[in-house]
C-alpha cells in the first residue's frame, strides 16, 4: 500500500447499505449444502443462493405450520392431479 494514501475522509461501515426487512448475520453453513444451493443456481443460470437459501427457509416454517391433516389433504390433491 502507498503511503501518500488519505483517510482522512473515510467512512466505516458497509459498503451497500442493507435493504429494509434484512438483517445481516454470520451464519457457519456445512460446504456441502452451501454447493448444493450454489449449484441449484448454477444450472438455473444464474441466481443468488442466498435467495434460494432464504425461500427453502421459508417453505420449511410454511410446512411446520401446516397441521398434519392439511399437509396429508394437499398432498393427496396433488398425487390425484397428477393421475388425472
Known amino acids: 500500500m ?14 451497500v447499505p442493507i435493504p429494509k426487512g434484512k438483517t445481516r448475520i454470520t451464519i457457519r ?8 444451493f450454489r449449484d441449484q443456481v448454477d444450472q438455473a443460470g444464474g441466481g443468488n443462493y442466498q435467495s434460494l437459501m432464504n425461500e427453502a427457509l421459508r417453505q420449511y416454517i410454511r410446512d411446520a405450520r401446516e397441521p398434519l391433516e392439511e399437509t396429508l389433504r394437499r398432498v393427496i390433491r396433488e398425487e390425484l392431479s397428477q393421475t388425472s
Open 29 to 36: 453453513i456445512d460446504d456441502d449444502v452451501l454447493n448444493w
Open 2 to 15: 502507498k503511503p501518500e494514501y488519505d483517510f482522512k475522509k473515510a467512512k466505516r461501515g458497509a459498503v
